[in-house]
């Protein structure tokens, strides 16, 4: 069976000098994706395709617009003008070269997938700041980390210690960076390679990557979790819920709850023995 092409969307960025309040309005009205004020009273925003330039300076009554590339962070499926400052739980996460904010997890901009914006990792933070406030996991585990952001974050809330693993080395490398700036570098293990490669259990395993590379990689995952251990898995699709869900609970895993957000879906398991 064949499939539909889909055209994708890559959204275009627009500076506007001294811009009011009823200029926001409009490019709010045409579908700004995202929109910051800057501090000579100027205004940038994220347009989508589907708004062409010229169609935006006819609406703003203007002959034409300034315009340049958007910047798509979290492997192009977020798209917002600069990283921000956000708060998920116990969790407030910033920018790393913004104003120091006592306590909170600091992160680089890099293209390693793993700002907290997307709702995959939000829901990941979310079952890992209420199982470790509950159940107080030692170790974490954490398969695919990126740009480290779940094993990090598990060490703020008081996880002792942490390994993270990517098979992409530039992820390892932002993660170690994220690591160093934030002083956990002692506490976070670092490796690159699949989790095939490493030995040991851990009581809490984080795995947000996709739900194919989760079915397949479920035996592996499963062989490193620890006596009642729990698991988390995010980068699921609603669509597939049901076929992630089958695959480990055919290897004992037993389903404890599920989180939605935006289409995608997270599922926390416990290990039967």
Same mark, same amino acid.
Not at 90 to 103: E, K, N, S, T
Not at 246 to 273: E, K, N, P, T
């Given at each position: 069976m064949g499939r539909a092409a889909v055209r994708s969307c890559v959204p275009y960025r627009v500076d506007l000098h001294a811009a009011g309040d009823d200029v926001l309005d409009r490019l709010v009205e045409l579908g700004a994706i995202d929109a910051e004020r800057s501090h000579e009273g100027g205004l940038a925003a994220l347009m989508p395709d589907?708004? =062409? =330039?010229?169609?935006?300076?006819?609406?703003? %009554?203007?002959? /034409?617009?300034? *315009?340049?590339?958007? *910047?798509?962070?979290?492997? %192009?499926?977020v798209? *917002?003008?600069? =990283?921000?400052?956000?708060r998920i739980g116990r969790l407030r996460i910033v920018p790393a070269d913004g104003d120091a904010v006592p306590g909170a997890l600091r992160l680089i901009d890099a293209a390693a997938f793993?700002?907290?914006? @997307?709702?995959?990792?939000?829901?990941? !933070?979310?079952?890992?700041?209420?199982?470790?406030? @509950?159940?107080?996991?030692?170790?974490?585990l954490d398969v695919g980390t990126g740009s480290g952001? !779940?094993?990090?974050?598990?060490? $703020?809330?008081?996880?002792? +210690?942490? $390994?993270?693993?990517?098979?992409?080395?530039?992820?390892?490398?932002?993660?170690?960076?994220?690591?160093?700036?934030?002083?956990?570098?002692d506490r976070l293990q670092l490796r690159e390679g699949g989790v095939e490669h490493i030995t040991g259990t851990w009581p809490l395993v984080l795995a947000n990557v996709l739900a194919a590379p989760l079915i397949e990689l479920a035996p592996a995952l499963v062989r490193h979790i620890g006596h009642h251990g729990r698991l988390v898995l995010s980068g699921i699709a609603a669509s597939v819920e049901?076929?992630?869900?089958?695959?480990?609970? #055919?290897? %004992? /895993? +037993? #389903?404890?709850?599920?989180?939605?957000?935006?289409?995608?879906?997270?599922? *926390?398991?416990?290990?039967?023995?």
């Amino acid at each position: 069976m064949g499939r539909a092409a889909v055209r994708s969307c890559v959204p275009y960025r627009v500076d506007l000098h001294a811009a009011g309040d009823d200029v926001l309005d409009r490019l709010v009205e045409l579908g700004a994706i995202d929109a910051e004020r800057s501090h000579e009273g100027g205004l940038a925003a994220l347009m989508p395709d589907s708004v =062409p =330039p010229e169609r935006l300076a006819s609406a703003l %009554g203007v002959d /034409m617009v300034a *315009v340049s590339p958007a *910047v798509a962070r979290d492997a %192009g499926s977020v798209w *917002v003008l600069s =990283p921000r400052q956000m708060r998920i739980g116990r969790l407030r996460i910033v920018p790393a070269d913004g104003d120091a904010v006592p306590g909170a997890l600091r992160l680089i901009d890099a293209a390693a997938f793993g700002t907290g914006l @997307h709702p995959t990792t939000a829901l990941c !933070l979310e079952a890992l700041d209420d199982i470790v406030a @509950h159940h107080h996991p030692e170790a974490v585990l954490d398969v695919g980390t990126g740009s480290g952001i !779940l094993a990090l974050a598990a060490l $703020m809330l008081g996880v002792r +210690r942490a $390994m993270a693993i990517d098979i992409d080395r530039q992820a390892v490398e932002v993660a170690a960076e994220n690591a160093r700036i934030n002083a956990l570098a002692d506490r976070l293990q670092l490796r690159e390679g699949g989790v095939e490669h490493i030995t040991g259990t851990w009581p809490l395993v984080l795995a947000n990557v996709l739900a194919a590379p989760l079915i397949e990689l479920a035996p592996a995952l499963v062989r490193h979790i620890g006596h009642h251990g729990r698991l988390v898995l995010s980068g699921i699709a609603a669509s597939v819920e049901q076929d992630v869900e089958r695959v480990y609970s #055919r290897l %004992g /895993m +037993r #389903r404890l709850h599920v989180q939605a957000r935006a289409g995608w879906i997270a599922i *926390v398991l416990q290990a039967s023995w």
